[in-house]
């Protein structure tokens, strides 16, 4: 064997790479010196691209079949050193086989409240968590932006970003929504596809992008969900002589299955339901308070004056105009469900704006 035959048969002739770690996004294939011997093959699988770096420029991207590394399917190579020389000698280069299949059950939550003005509970906060997938799109923007020189890119290493992205956009689209908090969860699927819409923007300058998106909870605060939670039982208790009856039956039941004085306690709880029911027919606390009469209706006022209309006015606004002299018995005044308009004075609510002066003081007063 001639010297040449054993150096040419020292360099690799088959470049291929099978990932078992379901994590590993990116892995450069290592050989000592980085020399590629021409006409070696190159297999690159379904879900991965090959991206190609010649003295630290991205030569060419492969994506899935079988390549044999020569001129003719290398076109973008035929520039590069080693090349004019007979089409023999091996060339430097690195080779990074880039994952492009889905990453799947990534996980994103936020670490604070999202802050909002509801309709309903007024200013609120809320939490929210769920599930992502990523995929690369453009291994060679992916690699160029990311990865670096890094011999194996790994989703943990990225992950951390991608969900401060996620975390900001969900708090943005949630905040400007509007949707009221307890309607949230039937428009998840609405919002989920808004978020992963905004997140997909800053990802695509990564060469990656979002398949899926999903919101599992949109939570309040404890405390607001605990009074949330006594607003909801007042709701179905309805009644509430009706509930305290409940209360009363359930604590007789209760009672009676006590091992220890069963017989007692059944007929304490007994005697208690039968006290709570007289009380609850008497009128008091325990009875149906009377309804308070509605509260009166103040009218506000407009006044006609040289074909032209002021107002509104409230009476107390009328009382010192009439005080200052602006306002006048014969003044035009309307209000809201007044048949056309009236003087003032023939207006029993307004008439007694205009007082009648007293007389002057006795002699020697």
Do not use: C
């Not at 999202?114 to 992502?132: K, N, S, V």
């Amino acid at each position: 064997m001639g010297i040449f035959d054993f150096l040419s048969g020292e360099f690799i002739d088959v470049i291929h790479w099978t990932d078992d770690t379901r994590d590993t996004m990116v892995w450069r294939f290592e050989r000592e010196g980085h020399e590629i011997k021409y006409g070696a093959k190159l297999t690159v699988r379904e879900g991965q691209a090959a991206v190609f770096v010649h003295e630290g420029q991205l030569a060419d991207v492969f994506t899935p079949g079988l390549y044999m590394l020569e001129t003719n399917n290398m076109p973008v190579l035929t520039t590069l050193q080693h090349w004019d020389h007979g089409f023999k000698s091996p060339f430097k280069s690195e080779i990074y086989f880039v994952n492009t299949t889905r990453f799947t059950d990534l996980k994103w939550g936020t670490k604070n409240p999202i802050m909002l003005r509801d309709p309903e509970f007024g200013p609120t906060r809320l939490r929210a968590y769920g599930t992502y997938s990523i995929r690369v799109t453009d291994p060679a923007r992916f690699l160029v932006e990311i990865v670096g020189t890094d011999g194996e890119f790994t989703m943990d290493e990225i992950a951390f970003q991608i969900r401060n992205i996620i975390v900001q956009e969900v708090s943005r689209v949630i905040a400007r929504s509007g949707i009221p908090v307890l309607d949230m969860a039937a428009n998840t699927a609405d919002l989920g596809r808004l978020i992963a819409t905004e997140v997909s923007k800053p990802l695509a300058a990564y060469g990656l992008t979002l398949p899926e998106f999903y919101i599992e909870n949109i939570s309040l605060p404890p405390a607001v969900e605990k009074a949330l939670d006594k607003r909801t039982s007042m709701g179905i208790a309805g009644d509430l002589g009706r509930f305290m009856q409940y209360s009363a039956a359930e604590t007789m039941t209760e009672a009676a299955q006590a091992p220890a004085g069963g017989g007692m306690a059944a007929g304490l709880g007994a005697g208690m339901g039968m006290a709570m029911g007289a009380q609850m027919a008497q009128p008091g606390p325990w009875g149906a308070a009377p309804t308070p009469p509605p509260l009166p209706v103040e009218h506000v006022w407009h006044i006609a004056e040289k074909g032209q209309t002021r107002g509104p006015f409230s009476k107390a606004a009328l009382g010192r105009m009439a005080a200052e002299g602006s306002l006048g018995r014969d003044t035009f005044v309307w209000t809201a469900g007044q048949d056309g308009w009236k003087r003032a004075e023939d207006i029993t609510e307004l008439a007694q704006l205009f007082t009648v002066a007293p007389p002057p003081p006795p002699p020697g007063a």
